[in-house]
């Protein structure tokens, strides 16, 4: 008996980015990329890891796309490396980086798993950057070209698009905190930055609407629910700042077509005064057809008397953690759901990522029995039910990730993945993870 159920169309899959997984990094002409020249700058990754090899998914996608179906994935998130299409940003583009995502997908078609292409997983073509990056507001527009260009070659193949993955995190770690690539750190330009991302994805979807695609299209912020940590009123006041740097920043530009008022306050008050051509809000706010979630955890939040709010996850012990250190909620995740089908109209949501970073061992039969990243799985499952159950037209759920993968500034230190990926022989072994979420796929439920 199954006592977790999901809609007979449900869309079971999981997600990479190129990034993370294809390595060749200069391989068939493909041109330098921001996370390139991160990387390669020492002190900038925790175990000096890079992207130039990764999994080595640019030669073993085959391989990749066969353990996906053994899964009985039905879909397959993954993303287009920018500079590997147009090595100087715009202009030529090169034809053997297109033709690796045309073989790509059609691999994945012949095995009956419908592609989710995201179009910017934060690999901006480095010689942008050199000219400003996301600051500059051209690269809104060679966006928009980038995107046009894909749309033209594989929009007939692609069922589902996302413009953006986690524009907070491009802007706020790539400007802020100088944790990601390009490593700026300067509040003015991270808003610029973030705005920039949010005028890109209008941009790219008006392209998409000229051109009659069969396909749908939407944008995958980060989203984390916010706790106030007491019933103090000024706990309460700093949740609700918190929610709003972190989610009303997208929400409301997209689903509202302004910013919320109290951050650009916030923001003013820190001597930043934010400012923007106002009709760039219609381009920004146009409807699409889905919004995508990534969610991972969630965060309680007192009043500080300098910041305004802070985190203090830290200060609580119940909560189970994981290798990334962040708190195991899965109710974020229920709340998450019923406020953004409350706040973005009812709006088809998909689960783009989710999942869960923990140390990995392998027996002496070569078996990873992952059971907390199981038990994550299900009880992120069990709140998404929930939900539909009250209503929310949740049409999808993308694990995060189908393999142990590059992440980001932490290297190769934090393994994610249903699979378990050798990272010097290669070699693939689904984890105990992954042969759970194949008879949750297979069952529809569990
Ligand atoms: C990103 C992924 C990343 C994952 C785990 C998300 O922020 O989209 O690229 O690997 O979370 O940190």
Redesign the pocket.
Known sequence: MLTTKFPKDFIWGS?T?SY?IEGAYNEDGKGESIWDRFCHTPGKIQDGGTGDVACDHYHRYKEDVGLMKEIGMHSYRYSISWPRIFPEGKGKHNEKGLDFYKRLTHELLENGIKPAVTLY??ELPQILQDRGGWANRDTTDYFADYAGFIFEKLGDLIPFWITH??PW?TAFLGHMTGDHAPGIKDLKTTLEVSHNVLLSHGKALNVYRQINLPGKIGI?P?FSTKYPASNKQEDILASELSDGVLNKWFIYPLFKGEYPKDVIKFYSDKGIPFDFPHEDMKIISKPMDFLAI?Y?TSEFIKHHPVNGFEGVNDQYDQFEKTD?DWIIYPKGLYDLLLRLDNDCNKIDLIIS?N?A?FVDKIDENGKINDVKRMNYIKDHLIEASNAIEKGVNLKGYYL??LMD?F??SYGYT?K?GLIHVDNISQKRTIKNSGYLYKDIIKNNGF
């Open positions: 997600a980015s993370q997983h934060w993955n986690e995190v995958a980060n990534n991972y990334m990522e999942g970073a995060w990730s993968n992440e980001w934090k994610f």
